[in-house]
């Protein structure tokens, strides 16, 4: 596995190593003991998946409010997606920053994102299949999100009218954040 730094702070982009041939394809998509070499301690405690039927569906800004906050290892096992993190770690040099990141099935790339951040993506296919691992597990008490179309963060989605659920319609923003959560 490669694991490359992205812009915000503790958070990578990893790509497998990928073996195909005529039969197909085989890949490692996690292996604990590689984490660990990059600098990444995450014990996984659980396992979800999502399908999105429809293109141009979107997913978050989700995350958990502490003490449940979790890391989340992330990718695509059909379909594509644009996905997006936030960092919202008041001490990090990164905070309020957003990067995106396309992941398919098709390019192998898997995402680690540490705890602390706002998680995202909005779908490039339809019947699309995501799958990801979390550190820490779902709290509803805990369970919070940022609206899609933050006039803050203005993260540069690939769609104008996404598909949402009423949840994510009803997000707050990135300065309503901020001012409830004085950290």
Request: glycine share 4%; net charge negative.
């Amino acid at each position: 596995m490669e694991f490359q730094k992205t812009t915000l702070k503790d958070a990578y982009l990893i790509k497998p190593k990928v073996f195909q041939d005529e039969r197909g394809f085989f890949l490692e998509s996690y292996s604990q003991k590689e984490f660990e070499q990059a600098g990444i301690k995450a014990d996984f405690v659980q396992d979800n998946h999502s399908m999105s039927v429809n293109k141009g569906v979107l997913r978050g800004l989700h995350f958990q409010l502490s003490p449940h906050t979790q890391a989340k290892f992330v990718r695509v096992v059909k379909g594509s997606v644009y996905d997006v993190i936030v960092d919202l770690r008041k001490d990090s040099p990164t905070f309020g920053k957003w990067e995106g990141f396309n992941l398919s099935a098709e390019n192998f790339q898997m995402l680690y994102v540490p705890r602390g951040f706002a998680h995202a993506f909005c779908t490039l296919e339809d019947n699309t299949e995501f799958l990801y691992k979390t550190d820490n597990f779902y709290a509803p008490q805990s369970d919070s999100g940022l609206i899609w179309n933050d006039p803050t963060l203005k993260i540069n989605w690939p769609i104008e009218n996404p598909i949402l659920s009423e949840k994510d319609q009803k997000a707050q923003t990135f300065e309503e954040f901020i001012k409830n959560n004085p950290f």
